[in-house]
């Protein structure tokens, strides 16, 4: 069974940072490409950043460039966004989700990022 | 590449035919998913490739469209399918969501 299981999140101040880390188990999580996808208390959802299987290609959404930091450990079927610079907006439940290419096929349940003073 | 979806909500019964449709502001091609939301829960696929049904989401919701105009269809509304819907492009990146549907029992 495909499972996606996100930790790390937390209340932060502005400014501050936050690691958030995302354990596979169920598949062979070197083969898949992985994203980091947020939802800000009742809002929509938005793609926040992506990385290719090998780690070779990455993308941001303009909202974080610059600031987060994908990388992936397939040694350790881990996902992880380091979140520096944090601002208020960035407050929301950060997912995980696998890609197969053009869909988002299994998500986590998703960790709480508050960033507050 | 922004997704526009109509209506932003809707009220409507079980047993009802609903519509929901995603404008893409350019051609996406085929390259659309459709996800199904209920609170406190992650998304979860139903429909990728604009019209391919997600291996167990039942046969009662449809997708169709290519381009820039694309529909979700729930033949048949079951309460279970009460929620909130998003649209996502994957033709590039930013892999955009539309700003969802919220569909609620009337």
């Known amino acids: ?56 290609t990455i993308y941001y959404a303009d909202s974080v460039k610059g600031r987060f930091t994908i990388s992936r450990d397939n040694a350790k079927n881990s996902l992880y966004l380091q979140m520096n610079s944090l601002r208020d907006e960035d407050t929301a439940v950060y997912y995980c989700a696998r890609q197969v290419v053009i869909m988002f096929d299994y998500w986590g349940q998703g960790t709480l990022v508050t960033v507050s003073s | 590449i922004q997704l526009t979806q109509s209506p932003s909500s809707l009220s409507a019964s079980v047993g009802d035919r ?34 391919t049904l997600q291996s167990g989401v039942p046969s009662r919701f449809s997708g169709s469209g290519s381009g820039t105009d694309f529909t979700l269809t729930i033949s048949s509304l079951q309460p279970e399918d009460f929620a909130t819907y998003y649209c996502q492009q994957l033709n590039s990146y930013p892999h955009t969501f539309g700003q969802g549907t919220k569909l609620e029992i009337k």
Do not use: D, H
Request: hydrophobic fraction near 35%.
């Open chain 1, 1 to 56: 069974e495909v499972q996606l299981v996100e930790s790390g999140g937390g209340l932060v101040q502005p400014g501050g940072s936050l690691r958030l880390s995302c354990a596979a188990s169920g598949f062979t999580f070197s083969s898949y490409s992985m994203n980091w996808v947020r939802q800000a208390p009742g809002k929509g959802l938005e793609w926040v950043s992506y990385i290719s299987s090998s780690s070779s």
């Open chain 2, 18 to 51: 609903v519509t929901i449709t995603c404008r893409a502001s350019q051609g996406i091609s085929s390259y659309l998913a459709w996800y199904q939301q209920k609170p406190g829960k992650a998304p979860k696929l139903l429909i990728y490739a604009a019209s």
